[in-house]
């Protein structure tokens, strides 16, 4: 899966220039948390809702009203957003990209197409990835087990789910306790919690949690 078939499109931009009380504005009206910013069709920086938030006033301030809002009409985006913004581009893996958030942070990238940009990925793209993943809106038997790191053995438990009429829903491979294992996680229809059970369970695996969600 890459970056272009689960960024949101099309981008919703702002000049540098845009008072940031407009930028609050745009966010609360479109649902968002961060805007790109477009300079003569250039991305020059981006900006957050924590951004933007940051840079009003405190509710504790002494100012009247009309200072204060004379103020925040002098803030503009520019003078808030981040200058050095990390990208990807639509051909990006999908868990690379996702790599670069958690390891720098940040909560979304722009996705770009020479110098123009073209979408954006978020963590909410990410979140509906995983729901997809992980059959969170299906019906089903959810199991969870330690397996051996041994060739084979996956495909033995699998093999016996698809034989006993088995349809998977969902799959997932994580790290086990230790180097020798790996912890699975499967989403099965057509079995009853019990036969999932057996069939792990004569696999020589350690179930973990069963249940039907």
């Given at each position: 899966m890459l970056v272009g078939e689960r960024m949101s499109k099309p981008v919703i931009s702002v000049p540098p220039d845009l008072p940031i009380n407009e930028a609050i504005n745009l966010m609360k009206r479109e649902h968002i948390r961060r805007?790109?910013?477009?300079?003569?069709?250039?991305?020059?920086?981006?900006?957050?809702?924590?951004?933007?938030?940051?840079?009003?006033?405190?509710p504790a301030t002494s100012l009247s009203v009309w200072e204060l809002n004379y103020l925040i009409s002098k803030i503009t985006v520019k003078d808030v957003m981040a200058k050095k913004v990390l990208t990807v581009t639509e051909?990006?893996?999908?868990?690379?990209?996702?790599?670069?958030?958690?390891?720098?942070?940040?909560?979304?990238?722009?996705?770009?197409?020479?110098?123009?940009?073209?979408?954006?990925?978020?963590?909410?793209n990410l979140f509906r990835i995983f729901l997809e993943l992980m059959g969170a809106r299906e019906k089903g038997v959810r199991a969870t087990f330690l397996i051996e790191e041994k060739p084979g053995q996956l495909a033995r438990i699998t093999k016996e789910v698809a034989d006993q009429g088995g349809n998977f829903i969902a799959f997932g491979q994580f790290a086990g306790e230790d180097p020798s294992t790996r912890t699975i996680t499967f989403k099965v229809a057509n079995l009853d919690q019990e036969q999932v059970q057996k069939i792990v369970e004569t696999q020589g695996c350690k179930l973990l949690d069963i249940r039907l969600t």
């Open positions: 805007l790109p910013v477009i300079q003569d069709g250039k991305l020059v920086g981006i900006v957050s809702d924590k951004d933007l938030l940051n840079a009003s006033p405190s051909d990006t893996p999908i868990e690379e990209a996702a790599r670069i958030m958690v390891d720098n942070k940040i909560g979304g990238l722009p996705v770009m197409r020479g110098d123009k940009v073209v979408g954006i990925i978020t963590e909410t």
